[in-house]
């Protein structure tokens, strides 16, 4: 570098300016390169440590008893935009009423008998079932049952934390008082709905989808050819206006018949997935996953992806991406890999 051009860089920085040329490194990438690789968690691993935290962890140290799926490649979160935690709540255990920025869902891995509590309305939860608690939402739960409960917490924080707009508030209450009929919004989103709840929010209702209706859909649909990339694949949707779950965030479940093998593919959107039933392996990028139940993966944007449930039975994936994100902004883009 001349003297000269050293010289004029130096009074640039002493104005705050900065040259283009100093941003350049290199050649300027052509496709997105991701700051961060795929990460594989085993169940067992996270399931121990968990049940661990029940032990040494008081609540008084954390207010939520939550083990986080980190992806060492990032400073927190499992993708760039969205993190999966396992959450434990213990027999009689319940947590304070707050509310934040960030977005959340629950799907429920074990146990029955806890109340969920948000905006005011009360939803039985138990093993299968997923529930939503979109942002700026009041939501409590507390456990009445008489066993531990464990679920997946799902969250759009990563991305707040980027954006830097949490704002963050513990309900002065403490518990909410249930306001709501048991099965409010269920009456209030179908195809009978009232007249003055007009489809115009950005936010969903919080809703809760049962395991049930999961399981009896996966039944209807389970023979149709499905998609070439995910199999059998049924979106958590708005329940008011069908589109994604949350805007930040897409849930499915993803079914995998007996051998099924999907083609591969990659995508500007990061995935999640969580195995909740079956066994099988998964290729992303060069690396080949072995998974069993109980065991979580990510697959970073851009990077090709495939799936092969090795079992005879049916395989099911619990799915999280960001998606709605990329489709709001128009950078969704996808590529199949050439057979
Ligand atoms: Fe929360
Ligand atoms: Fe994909």
Request: hydrophobic share 35%; proline share 6%.
């Amino acid at each position: 570098m001349s003297e000269a051009l050293k010289a004029f860089e130096d009074e640039l920085q002493s104005k705050n300016f900065k040259g283009y040329w100093q941003n350049i490194q290199g050649d300027v990438a052509r496709e997105p390169v991701p700051s961060f690789a795929p990460c594989f968690w085993k169940g067992k691993d996270l399931f121990a440590a968990t049940e661990k935290a029940g032990e040494v962890v008081g609540l008084d140290v954390s207010f939520r008893r939550v083990i986080q799926l980190w992806n060492p490649a990032l400073k927190n979160g499992t993708s760039r935009t969205l993190v999966l935690n396992l959450q434990l709540l213990k027999p009689g255990e319940d947590a304070l009423s707050h509310r934040h920025m960030a977005g959340a869902i629950r799907f429920i891995l074990k146990g029955q008998g806890t109340r969920l509590i948000v905006e005011g309305e009360s939803f039985e939860i138990g093993e299968g079932d997923f529930v939503t608690t979109p942002s700026w939402t009041w939501h409590d739960h507390e456990n009445h049952g008489g066993e531990s409960m464990m679920w997946l917490d799902g969250l759009d924080a990563p991305l707040v934390r980027l954006l830097e707009t949490d704002f963050h508030e513990p309900d002065p209450r403490k518990k909410q008082t249930v306001t709501k009929p048991e099965g409010y919004t269920l009456a209030t989103v179908g195809a009978l709905r009232p007249s003055w709840m007009k489809q115009n929010s950005i936010q969903p209702p919080a809703f809760c989808y049962k395991w049930a209706d999961t399981e009896r859909a996966l039944s209807k649909v389970g023979e149709q050819p499905g998609d070439p990339y995910d199999g059998i694949v049924l979106d958590y949707a708005n329940p008011l206006t069908g589109g994604p779950t949350l805007p930040t965030m897409a849930c499915q479940i993803h079914m995998l018949r007996g051998s099924e093998k999907t083609k591969s593919h990659r995508h500007t959107s990061s995935t999640i997935y969580h195995v909740w039933r079956g066994g099988g392996v998964s290729y992303i990028g060069d690396q080949r996953y072995e998974w069993e139940q109980g065991d979580s993966f990510v697959v970073p944007l851009w990077n090709f992806h495939h799936h092969e449930n090795t079992s005879k039975e049916p395989a099911v994936f619990f799915v999280m991406s960001d998606k709605p994100l990329m489709d709001a902004i128009g950078h969704y883009r996808e590529d199949a890999k050439a057979d």
